[in-house]
């Protein structure tokens, strides 16, 4: 049996899960240096890049039911990035088996609220649909953009760990002291 398939609506965005209609839009996102500036500084080159990344994001909606959402503008069409939450069975930084929430932007959309519009979407859907306790987020240092869209949304620091030898911020937002 087809499961029923995640479809969030905020004031500007539908959220739904990306698929290969997403291969333009997701180039354009991921080829731009700077928004790969603090992501590993690895920008994509190729469209076959772009293709294994939506095949990598299909696997995780049929093992999790849950990955990072195509985020398209209701009167445009446009994906305009992507949000969502990631599912993690392997550990890191000594937690296992835990949603981590992340976010990805075209560069002409910046500073414009998507991100903590989007990302309060996919915080109520974890904490009132898959009743989690903890969601979890982690960026660059000096990630501030990202981490002022954390802070708008709740999320307080925990610490600095080394992910495979750089330094990232860890931070939490617990579902008693969501909204608060
Ligand atoms: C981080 C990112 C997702 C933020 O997206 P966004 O839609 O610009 O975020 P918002 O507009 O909701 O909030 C960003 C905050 O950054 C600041 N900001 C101001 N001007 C900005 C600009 N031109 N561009 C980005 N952020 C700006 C503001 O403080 C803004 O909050 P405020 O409007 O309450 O003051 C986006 O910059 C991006 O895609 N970066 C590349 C990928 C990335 O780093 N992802 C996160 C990995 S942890």
């Given at each position: 049996?087809?499961?029923?398939?995640?479809?969030?609506?905020?004031?500007?965005?539908?959220?739904?899960?990306?698929?290969?209609?997403?291969?333009?839009?997701?180039?354009?996102?991921?080829?731009?240096?700077?928004?790969?500036?603090?992501?590993?500084?690895?920008?994509?080159?190729?469209?076959?890049?772009?293709?294994?990344?939506?095949?990598?994001?299909?696997?995780?909606?049929t093992e999790n039911g849950i990955a990072r959402w195509a985020v398209?503008?209701?009167?445009?069409?446009?994906?305009?990035?992507?949000?969502?939450?990631?599912?993690?069975?392997?550990?890191?930084?000594?937690?296992?088996?835990?949603?981590?929430?992340?976010?990805?932007?075209?560069?002409?959309?910046?500073?414009?609220?998507?991100?903590?519009?989007?990302?309060?979407?996919?915080?109520?859907?974890?904490?009132?649909?898959?009743?989690?306790?903890?969601?979890?987020?982690?960026?660059?240092?000096?990630?501030?953009?990202?981490?002022?869209v954390l802070s708008k949304l709740g999320f307080h620091y925990v610490?600095?760990?080394?992910?495979?030898?750089?330094?990232?911020?860890?931070?939490?937002?617990?579902w008693a002291d969501w909204g608060r």
């Amino acid at each position: 049996m087809a499961s029923i398939k995640p479809h969030i609506e905020t004031k500007r965005f539908i959220l739904r899960e990306l698929d290969d209609l997403d291969e333009a839009d997701l180039f354009e996102m991921d080829s731009d240096p700077e928004v790969h500036v603090y992501i590993e500084n690895n920008p994509v080159k190729s469209m076959d890049e772009i293709r294994h990344a939506i095949a990598f994001l299909k696997k995780q909606y049929t093992e999790n039911g849950i990955a990072r959402w195509a985020v398209v503008d209701k009167v445009s069409s446009e994906c305009v990035g992507w949000c969502g939450l990631k599912y993690f069975r392997e550990p890191l930084n000594n937690h296992v088996n835990f949603y981590e929430l992340g976010y990805r932007f075209k560069k002409k959309h910046w500073g414009k609220g998507y991100a903590t519009e989007a990302a309060s979407a996919v915080v109520e859907y974890g904490f009132k649909h898959l009743a989690v306790d903890m969601i979890y987020a982690i960026t660059h240092p000096d990630n501030v953009n990202s981490k002022h869209v954390l802070s708008k949304l709740g999320f307080h620091y925990v610490e600095q760990f080394d992910y495979d030898g750089d330094p990232t911020d860890w931070f939490e937002l617990k579902w008693a002291d969501w909204g608060r």
